[in-house]
């Protein structure tokens, strides 16, 4: 008798793997939805750096011009091999790419044709909302990364690198 009963319900072994598929799904969902959010607060945190890094290489490069009127750079290779000097003069070691768009660069900030930031071209709204350095106080408040714009002002060299070694 007890084998006529398990024979009078076909499917019962389909229904079981249907749900346990669905629950595996449900499980992937939210394992993406993770790994998204870490891949976004490591492309952040390297934003960050990075834009730190280009403000940084056009701050020393506008501070160690030796006329006595201060210029920033035309292109990113200047800040690659200066050639003000008898001595090329590095203040960056590469062309960094845009963290959230790595098969581009940073986009440039311009004023009078001369270099004075960088920033990120993505239209991601920060995850970060605080802890931001001094300098970094712009910011606060940003929809987007394209926002966060890493321009150098001058007479800011002394904060921007002693922040850097602090980092």
Same mark, same amino acid.
């Given at each position: ?47 960050? @750096?990075?834009? @730190? ?27 690659? @091999? ?70 150098? @002002? ?14």
């Amino acid at each position: 008798m007890r084998q006529r009963f398990i024979a009078s319900q076909p499917g019962f072994s389909y229904i079981g793997v249907m749900i346990t598929l669905v629950i595996a799904a449900i499980g992937m969902q939210g394992a993406a939805v993770l790994w998204q959010q870490q891949t976004q607060r490591a492309n952040e945190t390297l934003l960050l @750096e990075t834009g @730190e890094a280009y403000r940084l290489a056009i701050g020393r490069y506008y501070e160690s011009t030796p006329q006595p009127v201060k210029q920033y750079p035309k292109t990113l290779n200047e800040l690659l @091999e200066d050639r003000r000097f008898p001595v090329l003069k590095r203040h960056l070691r590469q062309l960094y790419p845009d963290p959230f768009f790595t098969r581009q660069g940073m986009r440039l900030i311009l004023r009078d044709g001369r270099i004075i930031g960088v920033h990120s071209q993505s239209p991601l709204a920060p995850i970060r909302s605080a802890g931001y350095q001094e300098f970094q106080s712009g910011f606060h408040g940003a929809k987007h990364y394209r926002e966060w714009q890493f321009v150098y @002002e001058p007479n800011t060299l002394a904060d921007l690198e002693l922040a850097w070694i602090n980092r």
